[in-house]
């Protein structure tokens, strides 16, 4: 945890962060609004398994579905293709054997969360108002 001791972000941690002000409860979220959460299974910060009980809980009373999705693995590193959870649900992404904030050091888990997301996006265009110009957006291809 190298980052904790940087000198400004330290002191933004001990003096200016407060938990009671920077947590977001699933009750305070309308349930028409999809929910993504990434959970890693060796959190040294978050009690992942509580957080884990909590998110089924709460389903159940948005009468939706936590969808936990096991990262595996490969040897490379790379992790193996999940499916998209329905819009109603709450979509958790597990990750197996990583830490708080590994997440920022794998390239593939950042972007299957980001697909993930997006995709919860694009559903929400195609069920709402949005206009034709938005969903021809989402069709054209990612040029990189």
């Known amino acids: ?40 299974e060796n959190d040294e910060v978050v009690p992942v398994d509580l957080v884990r009980r909590y998110l089924n809980v709460v389903a159940a009373d948005r009468e939706g579905v936590v969808v936990d999705t096991v990262e595996a693995t490969k040897g490379d590193g790379r ?34 969360l980001a697909t993930r997301v997006f995709l919860q996006e694009a559903r929400l265009l195609m069920q709402g108002d949005s206009d034709d110009e938005e969903l021809e957006t989402l069709k054209k291809p990612v040029r990189r």
């Open 1 to 40: 945890h190298h980052a904790a001791t940087e000198i400004g972000i330290a002191n933004t941690l001990r003096r200016h962060f407060w938990w009671f002000n920077n947590c977001l409860w699933l009750e305070d979220i309308p349930k028409d609004v999809p929910v993504m959460v990434h959970l890693a």
């Open 79 to 112: 992790t193996s293709p999940r499916s998209v959870a329905p819009s109603h649900a709450i979509d958790v992404m597990w990750s197996n054997g990583f830490s708080h904030g590994q997440l920022l050091y794998s390239f593939s888990t950042q972007k299957e």
